[in-house]
């Protein structure tokens, strides 16, 4: 669907993933969409020390950067959970810690409708939206993606990476 609509996209990847999925990540990279790291195994990292969240945050960088030979630049705390150890390691390592403004709940099996009145309800222009390329059970995503696509771009939105929206 992003490559019908010609929509780059930022896919923050979980190491864990990356070595059972490698072809996902090599794809979204050749395609021209932006990493982001998301952690190598989505534990919650505010309830570990800095030494066990500095190892989170290497082992998925070196898994993304073994497939794609690129350094990620940004990092999506699982669950948006974060303190200021987390704060002090990623200023450390040159990274922005990303958040979302809309979360669409696709990961909560939530039906295409519900998906797509999340977004709509809410959309202003700079948000980033979250949703979820895998889940486990049920997705909706992909059917929602098919109303949402074509209706925010009808309606003048723009389809940007992180990094570029925080370049503007």
Same mark, same amino acid.
Request: aromatic residues 8%.
């Given at each position: @669907?992003?490559?019908? *609509?010609e929509?780059?996209?930022?896919?923050?990847? @979980?190491?864990?993933?990356?070595? #059972? &999925?490698?072809?996902?990540?090599?794809?979204?990279?050749?395609?021209?969409?932006? +990493?982001? $790291?998301?952690? $190598?195994?989505?534990? +919650?990292?505010?309830?570990?020390?800095?030494?066990?969240?500095?190892?989170?945050?290497?082992?998925?960088?070196?898994?993304?950067?073994?497939?794609?030979?690129?350094?990620?630049?940004?990092?999506?705390?699982?669950?948006?959970? *974060?303190?200021? %150890?987390? +704060?002090?390691?990623?200023?450390?390592?040159?990274? =922005?810690?990303?958040?979302?403004?809309?979360?669409?709940?696709?990961?909560? !099996?939530?039906?295409?409708?519900?998906?797509v =009145?999340?977004?709509? =309800? $809410?959309?202003?222009?700079?948000?980033?939206?979250?949703? !979820?390329? *895998?889940? %486990?059970?049920?997705? !909706?995503? @992909?059917?929602?993606?098919?109303?949402?696509?074509?209706?925010?771009?009808? #309606?003048? &939105?723009?389809?940007?990476t @992180?990094?570029?929206?925080?370049?503007?």
């Open positions: @669907i992003l490559k019908k *609509y929509i780059k996209a930022t896919f923050f990847v @979980i190491g864990v993933n990356v070595d #059972n &999925y490698p072809n996902p990540l090599l794809r979204a990279a050749s395609e021209g969409h932006e +990493i982001g $790291n998301h952690t $190598n195994s989505h534990s +919650i990292l505010k309830s570990m020390n800095k030494n066990k969240i500095q190892e989170e945050i290497d082992l998925c960088e070196n898994k993304i950067f073994e497939l794609t030979s690129t350094k990620t630049k940004i990092l999506r705390p699982p669950c948006g959970l *974060y303190d200021e %150890s987390l +704060i002090d390691i990623a200023k450390n390592c040159d990274c =922005k810690i990303i958040l979302w403004n809309i979360d669409t709940h696709d990961w909560a !099996h939530l039906s295409t409708s519900e998906i =009145k999340n977004v709509i =309800k $809410n959309v202003k222009g700079g948000d980033i939206i979250l949703f !979820h390329d *895998y889940l %486990s059970g049920e997705s !909706h995503t @992909i059917e929602a993606l098919e109303i949402l696509i074509p209706m925010l771009l009808k #309606n003048g &939105y723009e389809f940007v @992180i990094s570029q929206l925080l370049e503007n």
